[in-house]
């Protein structure tokens, strides 16, 4: 994955996780999705949160991500290594790099409140880890720890780039002005992002309408109303975006968290009549 010699902006596609009707990881699926997507775009976000990372195993996490791995090349996939601890982090990137991941992306700590020094150790940690790029993730609505200016600023030769969610982009600009590389999930006009000094955006509509992203990755701007509308319709809805998968007849549009599951299910983890 390059950012140098880049046409138009870096879209990376984040990838939903898929899931059968007992609500297992539906690997076919998953492969189908990788392939449908990847001729659009410049690379792939897997295991964030538009896969439902934390209702995901670990191992699960593992798993997707060499099979991401093998299925696009190490190159091409972004594996976020993200959880509530720098501990639980560097387990994730440790079982990420061992089936052969060299990107990372990782979520400031959650839940529990840190304070900048705990952020900058959290990425200088997972630096030390990462064989490839490292980008820091900016979400607060999910983490509750954001990211401040201030700890952006001693992130700089730390991590690569900072991936920013519900973030404005007066945002993106200002860690732009530090010298860092930002991508934005504000996917629905990327020629914005790239105004105020992003190098694009890591997009969940991608995943499914990934070719109307081509023209953006080939720098063609011209009219993005086409673009816009789509994602408007969209919403950044999880359940849509699997719905509008599985019409392409790639897997089932269920979800593990939400109201979007099977009705009922019965599997060993989870007993019957428990939905």
């Not at 387990?91 to 991941?101: K, Y």
């Not at 309408?209 to 701007?221: E, H």
Request: proline residues 6%; aromatic residues 6%.
């Amino acid at each position: 994955m390059r950012f140098d010699d880049v046409p138009g902006a870096m879209v990376i596609a984040a990838l939903p996780t898929m899931f059968g009707d007992d609500l297992e990881i539906d690997v076919v699926a998953a492969r189908q999705l990788a392939q449908s997507v990847s001729p659009h775009v410049s690379g792939i976000f897997v295991c964030g949160t538009n896969a439902e990372f934390p209702a995901l195993t670990f191992a699960e996490r593992a798993q997707l991500s060499e099979l991401f791995v093998d299925e696009l090349g190490a190159d091409r996939v972004v594996v976020h290594v993200g959880d509530v601890t720098t501990w639980g982090a560097l387990d994730l990137a440790a079982s990420a790099v061992a089936v052969g991941a060299r990107h990372l992306a990782a979520i400031t700590p959650m839940i529990f409140p840190v304070d900048d020094d705990a952020i900058v150790e959290h990425f200088r940690s997972l630096r030390r880890v990462t064989p490839g790029m490292l980008f820091a993730y900016d979400f607060p609505e999910i983490s509750q720890n954001a990211l401040s200016l201030p700890a952006a600023e001693r992130l700089r030769g730390i991590v690569d780039g900072i991936k920013v969610s519900g973030r404005s982009t007066a945002h993106v600009a200002a860690f732009a002005e530090m010298g860092l590389r930002v991508l934005s999930g504000e996917d629905r006009q990327p020629s914005a992002v790239l105004a105020a000094g992003g190098v694009g955006v890591v997009s969940g509509t991608a995943s499914a309408i990934p070719a109307a992203y081509a023209p953006i990755v080939a720098g063609r701007f011209a009219d993005q109303s086409t673009l816009t509308a789509a994602v408007d319709r969209i919403g950044g809805s999880i359940p849509r975006i699997k719905e509008l998968i599985a019409a392409e007849g790639i897997g089932r549009p269920w979800m593990r968290v939400g109201n979007s599951t099977p009705a009922r299910r019965t599997t060993p983890a989870h007993p019957a009549g428990v939905a």
